[in-house]
């Protein structure tokens, strides 16, 4: 009979040590950039975006979000006082046929008024929900930036002005049809 000799194995740990310290080294920029994430960004009632600023940075983003909502509520502010306050409530019915035909097409323009204005604030919902998923501030059509004069002028922009030209051409061509 032989004789088998038996032989330890040595087991090396350097390679778990290893991965511990790269792991290490990886989570810690991930912590820092999710604390930079969370971070409100606060800005000063008076600031204005700046072209030297980079397009849709985070302090454009909040500009535009907190422009947004506040034309939102001064909106629905109106709406409300026109609809319960105004004079959609009047229901005096005069003897006079010049008389009712004049309030009857008052009613008439302050709730095509009231329709417009809701619609407004339908566009300024799809431009806050642009704001979160990261699309605002740049063309639906080619995706390039819409630029920040033709934002403050009209915050609720979808389009580039060339593509708009577009929409408001393919508009009127199927009009006529």
């Known amino acids: ?57 985070d302090k454009h983003k909040v500009y535009f ?36 035909a004049s309030s009857y097409t008052d009613k008439n323009v302050e709730m095509k008024a009231i329709n417009r204005q809701i619609k407004l604030i339908s566009e300024i919902d799809k431009a806050l929900a642009r704001i979160k998923d990261e699309t605002y501030g740049f063309c639906l059509d080619t995706a390039e930036p819409i630029g920040l004069k033709r934002l403050m002028a009209r915050p609720v922009a979808k389009y580039t002005i060339a593509a708009q030209e577009k929409h408001e051409k393919n508009e009127k061509v199927h009009a006529d049809d």
């Not at 971070?39 to 600031?47: L, N, V």
């Not at 909106?75 to 004079?87: I, Q």
């Open 1 to 57: 009979m032989s004789k088998v000799t038996k032989t330890k194995k040595r087991v090396t740990k350097t390679k778990p040590k290893e991965i511990k310290k790269t792991a290490k080294k990886i989570a810690k920029p991930i912590a820092k950039t999710k604390l930079a994430i969370k971070a409100p960004i606060k800005i000063s009632k008076t600031y204005i975006p700046k072209d030297t600023e980079k397009y849709m940075c």
């Open 65 to 100: 979000r907190m422009k947004l909502q506040e034309w939102r509520k001064e909106l629905v502010k109106a709406n409300n006082e026109a609809l319960y306050n105004g004079s959609m409530d009047d229901n005096s019915i005069s003897a006079d046929i010049v008389d009712q």
